[in-house]
């Protein structure tokens, strides 16, 4: 199945899925270290919320690239399908994670501007990602508590964005950016990428084999 195209770009999409959240979650673990508080007071709860809210769907996704073999209890993503949404009800559900987002844009301005050094780390190298950019300073400035959700997906997306666009190769950069930041925004099914996205060079970065 790995070698049929369309399989070939749904696996490349949840590739680029967990790479960006495994690169937001070192980039977090290292200012844990550093002591970096500004910046965890606010992009913690952000990431928190997208990444508990995108596990679900990636294990769905994953079950059914296996088929009936994903879904029986040996192959173990039962389990962790069954697990998946404690991420967003334990320690916090997905509108208190947001509210927390909210509350540090409100009280704590010194964390947004260590979030906002953060992500204009990569300004400039992206159009899409600039795009972005000036979206999130709109949203950062209404803190409206019915919009809390929507400014806590954008800020972690554009965190996952600078991180990529700094640290990862051209063609996970630029598909996680064209598929992530689009005009009407990111509610998308995954193998949905751009035409123009190297889903090989994404393949291999997770399957040595290839």
Request: net charge negative; with cysteine.
């Amino acid at each position: 199945l790995a070698d049929q195209p369309l399989m070939q770009s749904v696996v490349a999409d949840l590739a680029l899925e967990s790479e960006a959240a495994t690169a937001l979650a070192l980039r977090l673990a290292g200012a844990v270290d550093r002591g970096e508080t500004e910046l965890l007071r606010l992009a913690l709860p952000a990431s928190k919320y997208l990444v508990c809210k995108r596990t679900p769907t990636v294990v769905a996704e994953a079950m059914e690239c296996l088929g009936g073999n994903g879904y029986v209890e040996e192959s173990g993503l039962p389990r962790l399908y069954r697990e998946a949404p404690l991420n967003s009800i334990w320690e916090g559900s997905g509108n208190v994670t947001a509210l927390d987002v909210l509350r540090a844009v409100t009280k704590e301005p010194d964390s947004v501007e260590a979030v906002l050094q953060e992500i204009d780390a990569a300004a400039g190298v992206d159009s899409w990602f600039d795009r972005a950019r000036t979206e999130l300073r709109t949203e950062l400035r209404s803190r409206e508590q019915r919009t809390a959700r929507r400014l806590a997906e954008l800020l972690a997306l554009c965190l996952q964005g600078s991180l990529l666009l700094r640290h990862a190769p051209e063609e996970v950069s630029t598909a996680f950016v064209s598929s992530r930041f689009l005009p009407d925004g990111p509610w998308r099914t995954a193998g949905t990428l751009p035409a123009a996205a190297h889903t090989e060079a994404l393949l291999g970065r997770v399957s040595p084999r290839r």
